[in-house]
């Protein structure tokens, strides 16, 4: 138990559906961070929040949406996806952003687009 | 450009020792970090290197030359649930962690 967990665990969506994934963390951390994750490739860091407030955004696009309404919950909106957006959607928290603290990760969200 | 680089697959004996090398070529460094990541289930943390020289807890040890821009696992006393991916990844500025591809380490009895 890492005490991140990430629902759901399997999605299935078509191309022009919306979904959203849940991430929620238990160990009173601060940041949170989406990170995507394909087969074979680097971990891709999308979002990262510190006390709720947005501090990256590397250049994803706009199909994905985050949201953190407080420092335990976040959330990734999916909409319009891409076959090429299949992926393992990896989230994960840490005591603050910017500073040394190891990351906690959940268990991950795979996603297939269809 | 941002690079790290780490080989793709390793294979060890039970018992034995492996050390798993990761290079970087980044904008800034702030740190290093190493995770394991068993097939299906999430990275977890194992080591923290921001100062150069050897790292060690337990059977694990992490090293770091920053000069070198280079970094390695070692791994003691090799157990089957060792059979892993090793990620390596750098901080590269406040907020930035650039991962390697991870290193496929393969425990044979």
């Known amino acids: 138990e890492t005490g991140v967990t990430q629902t759901p665990r399997h999605l299935v969506m078509g191309m022009t559906n919306k979904k959203s994934l849940k991430c929620e963390q238990h160990l009173g951390h601060n940041a949170m961070y989406w990170y995507k994750q394909s087969a074979k490739k680097p971990l891709e860091l999308m979002f990262v929040?510190?006390?709720?407030?947005?501090?990256e955004n590397n250049s994803v696009p706009s199909r994905f949406s985050p949201e953190c309404p407080n420092s335990s919950h976040l959330f990734l909106h999916l909409h319009t996806l891409q076959p090429e957006d299949s992926a393992l959607y990896l989230c994960a928290s840490s005591q603050m952003a910017g500073e040394d603290y190891e990351q906690y990760f959940g268990p991950g969200t795979r996603l297939t687009v269809t | 450009g941002q690079n790290i680089d780490q080989p793709t697959e390793m294979t060890a004996t039970e018992g034995a020792i492996v050390q798993i090398n990761c290079t970087y070529q980044?904008?800034?460094?702030?740190?290093l970090f190493w995770y394991q990541q068993h097939a299906g289930e999430a990275p977890t943390f194992l080591s923290y290197n921001v100062l150069d020289g050897l790292e060690e807890k337990g059977r694990f040890s992490s090293f770091l030359s920053r000069s070198k821009g280079y970094s390695y696992l070692l791994l003691k006393e090799l157990q089957m649930k060792d059979s892993a991916s090793y990620l390596c990844a750098v901080r590269e500025g406040d907020y930035q962690l650039i991962w390697g591809a991870g290193t496929k380490l393969i425990i044979k009895p």
């Open positions: 980044t904008s800034g460094f702030n740190g």
């Open positions: 929040y510190n006390f709720k407030e947005q501090t």
